[in-house]
């Protein structure tokens, strides 16, 4: 396996030998994002037995655009602080994430600047979730990562709690998935929440997603160990939405 990292300055080229060898290429696509977000680098390709990274890397450093009925899709701009620290500071959100609830707008901004270095670097990341009808920005949604030797993603997402049971997610997550299948030509496109967030598994259901079973205690979260539920959805069984079809 080969890395080559490649920007305006050249930042590693290397064989996978010694050390890194003996790591599962998940190990080694862990320890390459990590160095892609402390040096922003812009141009990245991962060769595993001839898989590339390189599609992927197009579409997020590049981001496109998905307006809906109600919302539109976007990549995030340090302005939206305000509205993402409006909900990413209650603790009632934040509960059942794996982040915790912000007690300053000067983490907010924090988590803007990670988004804008990975965007920069092309690896996978999050929209935020803003209303048509205002612009104001009530969530996040986007890809935890992506596998490009079985071209399968995980999805997450947050939402503001005065958007709760509206609809609001499942609108997003339908084009997310419309996204990774029609853009991304992923395969697989798994999601899971916490087995003590039920809500959660609805919006999933929603988008058709099968539900696989519960995993036991797989997150460490907040001090505690807990049971997920997992959902995923093929590629042989989505069928997307006409209004999303000609949208990316």
Do not use: C
């Amino acid at each position: 396996m080969i890395i080559d990292l490649s920007g305006p300055q050249k930042l590693l080229t290397g064989r996978l030998d010694g050390e890194l060898a003996h790591y599962s290429t998940a190990h080694v696509r862990k320890v390459v994002e990590q160095e892609l977000v402390r040096t922003g680098a812009v141009n990245v390709a991962f060769d595993f037995s001839g898989v590339t990274m390189q599609p992927y890397l197009d579409v997020f450093s590049h981001l496109p655009t998905i307006r809906t009925q109600r919302l539109i899709l976007r990549a995030a701009r340090m302005s939206d602080a305000q509205d993402l620290y409006e909900y990413s500071s209650d603790p009632e959100v934040a509960r059942h994430v794996l982040w915790t609830a912000h007690t300053s707008i000067h983490q907010t901004r924090t988590y803007i600047r990670y988004l804008l270095r990975q965007y920069k670097s092309g690896a996978p990341s999050s929209y935020v979730i803003a209303l048509r009808e205002t612009g104001k920005v009530i969530g996040t949604i986007g890809y935890m990562w992506i596998r490009p030797e079985d071209r399968s993603g995980e999805v997450g997402y947050s939402l503001h709690r005065g958007y709760w049971n509206q609809g609001i997610m499942t609108e997003a997550l339908e084009a997310v998935l419309a996204l990774g299948f029609l853009k991304l030509n992923l395969n697989r496109i798994e999601a899971q929440h916490e087995t003590a967030t039920p809500a959660s598994g609805k919006v999933m259901q929603h988008v058709h997603m099968q539900h696989e079973g519960p995993l036991r205690q797989r997150v460490y979260n907040k001090g505690r160990f807990v049971d997920v539920e997992l959902y995923a959805i093929l590629r042989k069984d989505y069928r997307a939405p006409a209004h999303l079809q000609g949208s990316l």
